[in-house]
């Protein structure tokens, strides 16, 4: 069994996963949903995820004459995962600098919406500019967050993958 790169298998298809998932941010902007944190854009943002590791763990399987062992499989798996988090921040960066401005202060008035139904008295405590003035100062954690999820995540979905990918060479 020859050892073989995997480099190139995780640029490609991180970059595969990384554009499918731009699309369906796209699909969201133009639908004007990328605001909504539902349950299937969500399930359908990890199958995105999941799709793009499986399918680089099996290309370099398949490059690698039909072998991969389970450290291969994490380290293809974090590896799509990391250029799928770089391109979601590029494109995070674009659409709340470009395409739509005001998503944060959007996001922010959904939040101090949800929390005063689900708790009335929170409006006695602080007005909804009061709380997104509080919260403006902590918009640069978005950044790392959408990094640091996307690499668990990545990890995760490597290690339950892995399992049943690898194949080792007698």
Not at 21 to 29: E, I, K, L, M, T
Not at 51 to 74: D, P, S, W
């Amino acid at each position: 069994m020859e050892n073989i790169s995997s480099k190139k298998i995780i640029y490609q298809y991180g970059l595969y996963t990384g554009l499918v998932s731009v699309a369906w941010g796209v699909v969201q902007f133009s639908m004007g949903t990328h605001l909504e944190n539902d349950i299937v854009s969500q399930i359908f943002g990890a199958v995105i995820l999941i799709a793009g590791i499986v399918l680089g763990q099996l290309a370099y399987r398949k490059e690698n004459g039909g072998f991969v062992t389970y450290n291969q499989c994490l380290k293809i798996g974090v590896g799509i995962g990391l250029i799928l988090a770089i391109i979601s921040l590029a494109y995070w960066f674009v659409l709340t600098n470009f395409a739509d401005p005001d998503t944060n202060l959007k996001m922010m008035q959904i939040q101090y919406a949800e929390m005063a139904s689900s708790n009335p008295e929170i409006t006695s405590q602080f007005t909804e500019q009061q709380y997104i003035e509080s919260a403006l100062p902590w918009l640069w954690v978005t950044y790392p967050a959408i990094l640091l999820m996307t690499l668990f995540f990545s990890l995760m979905f490597s290690l339950c993958t892995g399992i049943i990918i690898k194949r080792k060479a007698d």
